[in-house]
């Protein structure tokens, strides 16, 4: 898969972050699995291990779980971006929460096995571990705070302006389940806006 197309993208991304060599370019390209999902189709479910970390090319996912039985969506995940249950990635736990394709995705897939054999053997791939998960927690640690510090409307303006192509490709129902809000409310806000 070394010189595939599919890997333009994360290459890319990889770059601005890190500069690794041919032979840790290569080790990399080696753990690299190319897969598609169908729009509504599963990537993760709840009650399963989470042994991956997907990087999307194309498409958009949903992560969501049940709170109180229902359902909530927890985050968007769309193309340049990294998809997992990081909690049980990295604790080996069941997963609370659903994996679920909106649109039809391709990705790539990385194995907990193959990322920690990379952990391992180079220390730059170590490195990009390192700073990938500091940048999750960072805008996971905004989004959280961002919620409690604005209203219902800066809310969904960030989210539109942050995200144009989920607004697009995303039913609005998703959308109001992910800012707390019922789909009446949404569409109230996306009325005045």
Known sequence: MK???QLHKI???????????????????????FKELRKKDML???????????????????????????????DFVSEGQ???????????SPSKQYLEALTDVELLILSRE??????????VWERFGRLIIEKIFCVNEAKRKKL???????QYRDFASAYPQIVQQVPQYYIAS?????????SRIRKKG
């Open 148 to 154: 409690i510090a604005t209203t219902h409307e800066e």
């Open 82 to 92: 990294f998809a997992s249950d990081y909690q049980s990635f990295i604790l080996r």
């Open 178 to 186: 992910y800012l707390g809000l019922t789909p009446e409310h949404l």
């Open 114 to 123: 193959g990322i920690n054999g990379l952990y391992d053997k180079y220390k």
């Open 44 to 74: 993760l479910e709840e009650g399963k291990i989470c042994n991956f970390i997907a990087f999307l090319n194309t498409g958009v996912i949903r992560e969501y779980a049940f709170q109180n039985g229902r359902e909530a969506t927890v």
């Open 11 to 33: 290459e890319a991304f990889i770059r601005t972050i890190v500069q690794p060599n041919e032979e840790e370019w290569e080790a990399f390209t080696e753990i690299v699995r």
């Open 3 to 5: 010189d595939s197309p």
